[in-house]
């Protein structure tokens, strides 16, 4: 008998060396962190499905024949569309007939690229099947959740979702999959947040058509990226860090060439270097969001306070090796 409701749990993520030229098939290392996005489903009598998320007043009821939206505001709508759409197909996939409430809620700051929506959309799809199917099929859930995604971001990577369901630390390559990495040791990483939100699918486009236009140029680029994963994959299993924050400033070099940089990013990430971390870049999507550093233990409240004092809001982090988390009330 399952117990009801049921609640899961996905991390954050961010990207340690790789984005933007990931969606390109290059290489890119994910981490997972102790930030994370809980969603809890529950059995109601009636024939609808409801989506909310209570901690922005959001609210959308859909019919269970044909899914398609009976009340809910225009912005909750359109926010929560892509878990309408992951509802619809889980329950469409496994003939699923009861009415449910769906909720779901996040400590992930949204648009700044930590995978928020990636977070959310796998613990939701966690909790659905584990509702539908009595089963917690992580191959299944990231399929849900990559679909979805779709829906949230235009030409996704499929690195967000890969990394909530599996967590720890991951090597992705979009034709391949995912190889996960046995850290030698774990880290500290203090993340810069702009509050800047922006579109990750805006930012892909763009990078996209300045390639486009500079095929020759970027070319090289790309391949150096690549090469840099892998040194970046040996230096993590082999616990050298400050290696590893060496090829992240490189990281942060190319994202700043393809475009994806900002003053107050780079007001950021140079503010973490000269307060002692090993390394520190862009994390994500670019254009605003966040940048990441990597720190000795020592150096971590140092490098907060000059991530602050340069304009950004520090949130310490730890690795997490827990992916999605599903359990029973």
Known sequence: ????????????????????????????????????????????????????????????????NDFSVVSGSDEAVEFLEPIRVLAREATSLVGFKRGFKLSVDSKIPVGVGLGSSASVLVASAAALLRLMTGKVDRSLILSFASKAEEVAHARPSGIDPTIATYGGVIVYRKSEGFLRLQP??????????????????????????????????????????????????????????????????????????????????????????????????????GGGGSIIALCPEDKVESVALAIERAGGKPIRAKLSMRGVIVSEK
């Open 1 to 64: 008998m399952i117990g009801l409701p049921i609640v899961a749990s996905a991390p954050a993520k961010v990207i340690i060396v790789g984005e933007h030229f990931v969606v390109e098939g290059e290489p890119a290392i994910a981490a997972a962190i102790n930030l994370r996005a809980k969603a809890s489903v529950d059995l109601i009598d009636e024939d609808a499905v409801v989506i909310e998320a209570p901690s922005l007043n959001y609210s959308v009821k859909c019919s269970l």
């Open 184 to 285: 030698a040791k774990s880290f500290s990483i203090v993340i810069g947040d702009t509050g800047m939100s922006r579109s990750t699918g805006e930012m892909v486009n763009k990078v996209r058509a300045l390639r486009e236009r500079f095929l020759d140029i970027f070319a090289p680029l790309y391949h150096a990226a690549g090469h840099l994963v892998i040194e970046a994959a040996r230096a993590i299993e082999s616990g050298d860090l400050p290696k590893l924050g060496v090829l992240m400033n490189i990281n942060h070099g190319l994202l700043s060439a393809i475009g994806v940089s900002n003053l107050l990013l780079e007001k950021l990430v140079y503010a973490a270097r000269s307060a002692g971390a090993y390394g520190s870049k862009i994390t994500g999507a």
